[in-house]
Nanobody, 129 residues
Framework: QVQLVESGGGLVQAGGSLRLSCEAS??????????MGWFRQAPGKDREFVAG????????KYTDSVKGRFTISRDNAENTVSLQMNSLKPEDTAVYYC????????????????????WGQGTQVTVSS
């Protein structure tokens, strides 16, 4: 079993920054076997892909609305994945979820929620205008 625990959410004014972190753990968990992703879900909307990073080579993908503002990174020594969010906008308000994809392909980043095997409990991000 894999546990994912997010932290770093909160309330910020538009134009501000937040850094989300996700710590992964498990009895037989090997972090480098997993591609990692961040998703978000606003009230009344579907869960959407925000950013992802492959398990090897640091291949990253972003949804268009966050390109140039958000940066995903991973620390394989600490079993963590982070999402640096700058120039935040009110439309970024959502619950943000960390997810893990047990990928056999080193450079793959999946954008569909159904492609992920494990999920965290989520952390609220609220951006005021």
């Amino acid at each position: 079993q894999v546990q994912l625990v997010e932290s770093g959410g909160g309330l910020v004014q538009a134009g501000g920054s937040l850094r989300l972190s996700c710590e992964a753990s498990g009895r037989t968990f090997i972090f480098t076997n997993y591609a990692m992703g961040w998703f978000r879900q606003a009230p009344g909307k579907d869960r959407e892909f925000v950013a992802g990073i492959s398990r090897r080579a640091g291949i990253t993908k972003y949804t268009d609305s966050v390109k140039g503002r958000f940066t995903i990174s991973r620390d394989n020594a600490e079993n963590t994945v982070s999402l640096q969010m700058n120039s935040l906008k009110p439309e970024d308000t959502a619950v943000y979820y960390c997810a893990a994809d047990m990928s056999s392909i080193p450079f793959r980043v999946i954008m569909a929620p159904s492609g992920y095997d494990y999920w965290g409990q989520g952390t609220q991000v609220t951006v005021s205008s």
